[in-house]
T-cell receptor, first 114, second 113 residues
Framework: AQSVTQPDIHITVSEGASLELRCNYS??????LFWYVQSPGQGLQLLLK??????LVQGIKGFEAEFKRSQSSFNLRKPSVHWSDAAEYFC????????????FGAGTILRVKS | DAGVIQSPRHEVTEMGQEVTLRCKPI?????LFWYRQTMMRGLELLIY????????DSGMPEDRFSAKMPNASFSTLKIQPSEPRDSAVYFC???????????FGPGTRLTVL
């Protein structure tokens, strides 16, 4: 089935440690790719996006993501996590075959321990 | 720009009552989306509009749900009659063009008793 998969429901990292959140998609053509963050009780904020070109994308708040076509992945990374990064992170795609629909993964809840 | 505006932020109602959620998209954005977020089902697209015209409503759960966009700066999502299983956070989002990033409102937390 065509989908967006975030295999980790929860991740806990220590403050200052590096972070990688995984995202895989299963659509025929390379979709547009996004990462959003949602703090408790808040709406979703865009961290970064990939449409084409350089496969390493820089976003806000020190986040970056790398698109790997061979693995159908778009993993989110941050070299040093801050306590304020604790939130839920959603990978999302706009599949080319489905028009303008944004399809979300299930989300990964990030906990940061001091 | 103030971003996407949604009202009310919280709504508590009783089963069987009509509920109307409101959204003002970012000025100049041609696309408007309504989503529902629940613990069980995550984020689901309910319906989206392009230039005030509904394009895809395949995500609308059932006939109790309806959405309108009478002009470029206003949209409503109505549930009539409401049921406890409709309890969720409803988000409105808008985007400038097809496939582009969507900007989300703060959401409306709906509780149906």
């Amino acid at each position: 089935a065509q989908s967006v998969t975030q295999p980790d429901i929860h991740i806990t990292v220590s403050e200052g440690a590096s972070l990688e959140l995984r995202c895989n998609y299963s659509y025929g053509a390379t979709p547009y790719l996004f990462w959003y963050v949602q703090s408790p009780g808040q709406g979703l904020q865009l961290l970064l996006k990939y449409f084409s070109g350089d496969t390493l994308v820089q976003g806000i708040k020190g986040f970056e993501a790398e698109f790997k076509r061979s693995q159908s992945s778009f993993n989110l990374r941050k070299p040093s996590v801050h306590w304020s990064d604790a939130a839920e992170y959603f990978c999302a795609v706009v599949p080319m075959e489905y028009g303008n629909k944004l399809v979300f993964g299930a989300g990964t809840i990030l906990r940061v321990k001091s | 720009d103030a971003g996407v505006i949604q009202s009310p932020r919280h709504e508590v109602t009783e089963m069987g009552q009509e509920v109307t959620l409101r959204c003002k998209p970012i000025s100049g954005h041609d696309y408007l989306f309504w989503y529902r977020q629940t613990m069980m089902r995550g984020l689901e697209l309910l319906i989206y509009f392009n230039n005030n015209v509904p394009i895809d409503d395949s995500g609308m759960p059932e006939d109790r749900f309806s959405a309108k966009m009478p002009n470029a700066s206003f949209s409503t999502l109505k549930i009539q009659p409401s049921e406890p299983r409709d309890s969720a956070v409803y988000f409105c989002a808008s985007s400038l063009s097809a496939g582009n990033e969507q900007f989300f409102g703060p959401g409306t937390r709906l509780t149906v008793l």
